[in-house]
């Protein structure tokens, strides 16, 4: 695919391998472009982010611990604010070309093809083994049959088809796939925004990239709810779709030769900033803004991208949809059974220390990596293949 610019095209330098591996190719879309490798790497350490910080749920001594030492782990909004941007811009970056002149009705099956064999493996797997575990003991009660329970019938309906983040009023059977539901909704406007020419004037690109980091901050400040940080009804949208379409300016932008190079003291600056904010109470929000500019630096400096690209990093990356997906099975069916039932059976306190509590909670994370990596290798790429396979 072609730049479809007139300036500087975003550097091969970034990656060797195609797209292929992780986004699917199909026949419509030919040749795939290089691979990004430090977006990976940057989506592998922002997954683990999420992990822990759900794992630290059962766990209060290691949550308040982490308060102490270190807070930014509980600012787990902020890795999925990242992933709407970066989202935005891969989308961009492999199918904007494709989108760029018209939508057609071939194109837009396509695409939503590739999207849907991308996705719906793990997330079909994780729902299917949540139902496996929890309805022997919320059949006929409560938290299934009422609207507003943990696990209803209703929202495990919405769940199936992506439907329950905007739809839903609260969170529901496995958590964290809330982000995959809202952003369901911004690929469905995707290829119409790409489609849009004056998206691609750099002054218009600019000027949105503001307003779209600047949304959902104002719906973070104003606090819509009980979440300040909304993940489910029709507000969440106002989160997510901003942010999906700040990552497309960022590719405009790149694409035109803008921060062709970020160097060592512009990535220290960027990065400190996030750090420093999210650690401040009051004011971390103030982190989400510069998200664009974190991308831009993953992208742009070498060292960065260089740390982004090692092995142990790809290997997260590769993981990171699996593992962001399936760790709430840990949380729910191994750390929740643990500090409930079978630690005090064997007389064994996980908050007396915090020693205790940070080995569980250490042996959760590779628990929950290990299961990421299986599902991965199991589910996620034969999954893939065969819905490839079949709707194309």
């Known amino acids: ?19 292929g591996a992780a986004e699917p190719t199909l026949a419509w879309h030919k040749p795939p472009r290089p691979r990004m490798e430090a977006l990976d790497g940057l989506r592998g350490i922002l997954a683990l982010h999420v992990v822990v910080f759900h794992l630290l749920g059962p766990l209060p001594g290691a949550a308040s611990s982490v308060e102490r030492y270190a807070p930014i782990l509980l600012q787990a909004w902020f890795p999925v604010d990242v992933f709407f941007v970066m989202s935005g811009f891969v989308m961009s970056y492999v199918y904007g070309a494709t989108f760029a002149k018209e939508v057609t009705g071939r194109d837009y099956y396509l695409f939503f093809a590739a999207r849907v064999a991308r996705l719906y493996p793990v997330h079909l797997f994780a729902l299917a083994i949540l139902a496996l575990g929890t309805l022997p ?13 943990r696990y209803a019938w209703t929202a495990g309906l919405a769940s199936l088809f992506m439907l329950h983040s905007p739809w839903i009023d609260h969170r529901t059977w496995n958590y964290p796939s809330w982000s995959i539901s809202a ?11 790409a489609s849009f020419g004056w998206l691609r004037r750099p002054s218009v690109a600019i000027a949105g990239l503001v307003l779209c980091v600047a949304i959902p901050l104002a719906v973070y400040l104003h606090g819509t709810g009980p979440d300040p940080e909304p993940t489910n009804t029709p507000i969440v949208l106002l989160r997510v779709i901003p ?33 420093v904010l999210l650690d401040v109470p ?57 500090v409930r039932r079978i630690a005090p059976a064997l007389g064994f306190d996980p908050k007396a220390s915090d020693a205790a509590t940070w080995s569980v909670l250490g042996l959760a994370a590779v628990a929950s990596i290990v299961l990421g990596w299986l599902t991965f290798r199991f589910v996620e790429v034969p999954g893939r293949r065969m819905i490839v396979k079949r709707l194309t």
């Open 1 to 19: 695919m072609a730049s479809g610019s007139s300036g500087a095209p975003l550097d091969p330098a970034m990656a060797t391998e195609t797209l």
């Open 137 to 149: 003991f919320v059949y006929r009660q409560p938290d299934f049959l009422s609207p507003e329970g």
């Open 183 to 193: 952003e369901w909704h911004a690929y469905a406007l995707f290829p119409f925004a």
């Open 243 to 275: 942010l999906f379409l700040a990552g497309m300016l960022v590719h405009v932008l790149l694409e035109k030769g803008y921060f062709a190079r970020v160097g060592t003291m512009g990535a220290l600056l960027v990065i400190g900033a996030i750090v």
């Open 282 to 338: 009051g004011l971390h929000y103030l982190a989400g803004p510069l998200i664009p500019l974190l991308v831009v630096v993953a992208l742009r400096n070498p060292a960065v991208r260089s740390v982004l690209s090692s092995r142990w990093m790809l290997f997260l990356g590769a993981i990171s949809y699996s593992l962001y997906m399936t760790h709430a099975l840990v949380v729910i069916f191994g750390l929740g059974l643990w």
